[in-house]
């Protein structure tokens, strides 16, 4: 318990500070400690902080938060399909060496970011695209696809192939069995992986 309490401690003081100070005002931060508790609520710092203002003039964290929240978003989703469509084929579609290949997917996640990132931007620069946030937005997708595809992969074993092969009875197409029984089906696994 007495590790616990103080890991606790070490998780919970910068979000402390952090809400004590940014309700001590603009002016009144830097002249008292951090760890102070203010002498009055003062939510001034709250609107320079999210709209940028004269303190801040290069930063607005309501700028910042909607980039975000766009390049999370689409990161998040098109990874996510693609890994579902790759889980699907893995789980359900075998194919001549579709172990090998599921195992070289695999092998996306060990790769350490920097050593996709270094040369990604290098080649990014190259080509002159890299103030576009699109860049980073295919940098993530391509290094989510690998655990997205292995969670869905392994969402979708559990799956009975009684309903793949009633769909081939039904002379459901590969896309069609995917869209109408197991798309439906996902919902779970599509929570976890963009969580």
Not at 9 to 31: A, C, E, H, Q, R
Request: proline share 5%.
């Amino acid at each position: 318990y007495v590790s616990l309490t103080f890991i606790w401690f070490l998780i919970v003081m910068p979000i402390y500070v952090l809400v004590v100070n940014s309700l001590k005002g603009v002016k009144d931060v830097y002249l008292v400690n951090a760890f102070d508790l203010p002498k009055a609520l003062d939510f001034s710092a709250w609107p320079i902080a999210w709209s940028g203002g004269d303190y801040f003039s290069a930063f607005s964290l309501g700028e910042s938060m909607l980039r975000t929240l766009f390049f999370v978003l689409q990161s998040s989703i098109i990874s996510a399909i693609i890994g579902s469509i790759n889980g699907y084929v893995f789980a359900k579609w075998k194919f001549p060496g579709s172990n090998i290949v599921f195992t070289l997917f695999l092998f996306g996640m060990f790769i350490p970011y920097q050593a996709i990132m270094i040369p990604f931007v290098r080649i990014a620069t190259s080509l002159e695209i890299n103030k576009s946030i699109y860049v980073l937005i295919l940098a993530h997708i391509i290094y989510g696809i690998p655990i997205c595809t292995l969670i869905f992969r392994n969402y979708y074993e559990a799956i009975p192939n009684e309903l793949i092969e009633a769909a081939r009875v039904d002379k459901a197409s590969m896309v069609r069995t995917y869209r109408s029984i197991i798309l439906p089906l996902s919902l779970p696994a599509f929570v976890v992986v963009l969580i």
